[in-house]
């Protein structure tokens, strides 16, 4: 069976790129979305299994013990994680599989795909990212300033990635990453 293929965004707490992969499983629904592990709490709307796999401390260690997640970083005081099982049957069927992660993750899944895709999501600049993570209303003072905090770390090594795509106009964007994932 044809092997598929591993795309993984990344880039800074609000950026966009939850905004971009909604939009992208519109438009292409045969794409298949890795749904996360983490220990932060569910946010208001947010559905178990369909946003995160909410977990304790201790059940997230036991996946990290047990192997069983393909990469995980801390992040603003949280574990985030992808269960492995679910990508890797992904993949072996032949399709497209779309992990949206943070970038300690997204530098380590090169270590197991190789071949992965490594999209870096930029903003047109760091007071827009941070007019974006306060008018989404989802977090904390103290959680924008710890992400504010991590998104200059993060904007440092973006060169690291395959493509870098800035996310002004949300059209062009999708435009471009629809022409990186699926033009090559
Ligand atoms: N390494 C890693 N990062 C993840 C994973 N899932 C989500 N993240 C990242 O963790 C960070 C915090 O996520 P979240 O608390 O949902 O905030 P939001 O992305 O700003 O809405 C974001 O940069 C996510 O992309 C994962 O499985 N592994
Ligand atoms: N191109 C864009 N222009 C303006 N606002 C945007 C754009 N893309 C996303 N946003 C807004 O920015 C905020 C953060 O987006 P989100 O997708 O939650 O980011 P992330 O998943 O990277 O944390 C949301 O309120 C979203 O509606």
Known sequence: MASGKLIVLT???????????????????????SISATTRSPRQGEVEGNDYY??????????????????????????????????????????????????IGAKAIKNSFPDALRIFILPPSIEELEYRLRSRKTDSEAAILRRLDRAKEELAVSDEFDKCIINDDLEIALTQLEKAIFSD
């Open 11 to 33: 880039g800074p707490s609000g950026v966009g790129k939850g905004t971009l992969v909604r939009a992208l499983l519109n438009r292409h629904p045969q794409l298949y979305l």
């Open 54 to 103: 909410f977990l304790s401390k201790s059940a997230f260690e036991s996946m990290i013990e047990q192997d069983q997640l393909l990469e995980w970083a801390e992040y603003a005081g949280n574990y985030y994680g992808t269960p492995r099982a679910k990508v890797e049957e992904k993949i072996n069927q032949g399709l497209l599989v779309l992990l949206e992660i943070e970038v």
